[in-house]
């Protein structure tokens, strides 16, 4: 059976979604959310991440080394830390939800069970893009900081953005449009209103007018082919 435009578009949110999520799994791994390269040192250059810094020199490779407490980490990466991770765990529920409620899935349930799920689904996307543009932005905010803070003497490396940022910003842009679209195919194709939670309501059945037998009163059904 091939898929109504609300089902397209529940697709398209799903594989934007999916393609987020990817994408910001791959910014909490790479260590590149911070570059530093070196004047005296050309050949010499610094990256540091969530979980770990790397120098990476020509001669001797990259060399790696994680971070041995997690309180002594700045603010802004402590926080990182924790809502990278929430993110995953919101935009993974997200998916398997969504992906449930398809209209094209085979999924056992109503209709409307399947369009509450797509709803849910695209919440949750929603608020894992939220979780990661937050942390990517205050991270990029803190450098931004530290790149232009005056007290500092210009004869100190400064750190500049690294590719991760970058890369999150996308996958945060692609986790609130995959969610979007999720919420508003629930909207598409409902005669009802934009509301899923009211689509159960069915009409009471039609009845005739009274009729008189005998002194007492009966209600006649009225059927449904019948033309007034």
């Known amino acids: ?8 578009v529940q697709v398209g949110g799903l594989l934007l979604s999916i393609l987020g999520w990817v994408c910001s799994c791959v910014t909490t791994i790479l260590p590149q959310w911070k570059t530093l390269s070196l004047d005296l040192n050309e050949m010499e250059t610094w990256i540091s991440g969530l979980w770990e810094a790397c120098v990476s020199q020509e001669e001797a490779g990259t ?13 802004e990466l402590q926080v990182a ?12 529920l997200g998916l398997l939800l969504s992906g449930c409620g398809l209209e094209c899935s085979r999924f056992c349930g109503s209709r409307v069970f399947q369009m509450r799920l797509c709803l849910l689904g695209g919440t949750l996307e ?8 937050f942390p990517v932005s205050w991270v990029a905010y803190a450098t931004l900081q530290d ?7 210009e004869i100190v490396p400064r750190w500049e953005f690294g590719d991760a940022l970058f890369l999150g910003w996308a996958a945060g842009l692609f986790l609130a449009l995959g969610g979007l679209l999720l919420i508003l195919s ?3 194709g409902n005669e009802d209103g934009c509301s899923p939670w009211m689509a159960e309501a ?6 005739a007018p009274t009729e008189e037998f005998g ?8 059927l449904m082919n019948q033309v007034i």
């Open 1 to 8: 059976m091939a898929c109504s435009f609300r089902g397209r």
């Open 63 to 75: 060399v790696c080394k994680a971070f041995e407490s997690f309180l002594s980490l700045p603010q």
């Open 81 to 92: 830390r924790i809502l990278m991770v929430a993110s995953h765990g919101l935009g993974l």
């Open 126 to 133: 929603a608020s894992a893009s939220v979780t990661t543009l």
């Open 147 to 153: 790149f232009w803070d005056d007290s500092i003497p």
């Open 186 to 188: 629930t909207c598409l």
């Open 202 to 207: 069915t009409a009471p059945p039609a009845y």
């Open 215 to 222: 002194g007492s009163f009966h209600l006649t059904p009225r």
